[in-house]
T-cell receptor
Framework: GAVVSQHPSWVICKSGTSVKIECRSL??????MFWYRQFPKQSLMLMATSNEGSKATYEQGVEKDKFLINHASLTLSTLTVTSAHPEDSSFYIC???????????FGSGTQLSVL | KQEVTQIPAALSVPEGENLVLNCSFT??????LQWFRQDPGKGLTSLLLIQSSQREQTSGRLNASLDKSSGRSTLYIAASQPGDSATYLC?????????FGTGTSLTVIP
């Protein structure tokens, strides 16, 4: 099956710093990528949908200036958490679909801890 | 708006038992439905995908069924093993968006 690589797997940072998370489709072209946030023992919360070459569409309540998403190529999308604070600590997961492919493929997730 | 519910939220069974996980959705206008497994601190692994025109899909000990008209899907796991312990999520694809259930946390006791 298709592979989506996400890194880093975990990151610890100080409050006020910015953190970038990468999501790559390794063996297919990801026309659409999704970014989710997941709290312990809860389901996925969609943050934004990004299509290659265009601006991301953010879900209601998600601050676009805080969570910057760039989908510059068909194989790479990045999520940057700007000026991270402890309340941003969470598990972030990306997923991707290819053109004509109705299946969702997920990255392995990134655990962010902001001190 | 599509709403997806999974019952039960948690399930504990002894090893070797067959079990059924349930997924309900409110709008039958779906493109497909996908079942995932998530281990703690990990991403989601796709288990089975059922197209809206299909009734079921099988992979090894797993069988997923879909009844679009009643808004239900089930994931049947045969002869459960401790390695099956994980959270199972269903996701409904409406063609332009994916909606996730809240998950069922499964524990298989050796």
């Amino acid at each position: 099956g298709a592979v989506v690589s996400q890194h880093p797997s975990w990151v610890i940072c100080k409050s006020g710093t910015s953190v970038k998370i990468e999501c790559r489709s390794l063996d297919f072209q990801a026309t659409t990528m999704f970014w989710y946030r997941q709290f312990p023992k809860q389901s996925l919360m969609l943050m934004a949908t990004s299509n290659e070459g265009s601006k991301a569409t953010y879900e209601q309540g998600v601050e676009k200036d805080k969570f910057l998403i760039n989908h510059a190529s068909l194989t790479l999308s990045t999520l940057t958490v700007t000026s991270a604070h402890p309340e941003d600590s969470s598990f972030y997961i990306c997923s991707a679909t290819g053109q004509g492919d109705e299946k969702l493929f997920f990255g392995s997730g990134t655990q962010l801890s902001v001190l | 708006k599509q709403e997806v519910t999974q019952i039960p939220a948690a399930l504990s069974v002894p090893e070797g038992e067959n079990l059924v996980l349930n997924c309900s959705f409110t709008d039958s206008a779906i493109y497909n439905l996908q079942w995932f497994r998530q281990d703690p601190g990990k991403g989601l692994t796709s288990l089975l995908l059922i197209q809206s025109s299909q009734r079921e899909q099988t992979s090894g000990r797993l069988n997923a069924s879909l009844d679009k008209s009643s808004g239900r899907s089930t994931l049947y796991i045969a002869a459960s093993q401790p390695g099956d312990s994980a959270t199972y999520l269903c996701a409904v694809n409406t063609g332009n968006q994916f909606y996730f259930g809240t998950g069922t946390s499964l524990t298989v006791i050796p």
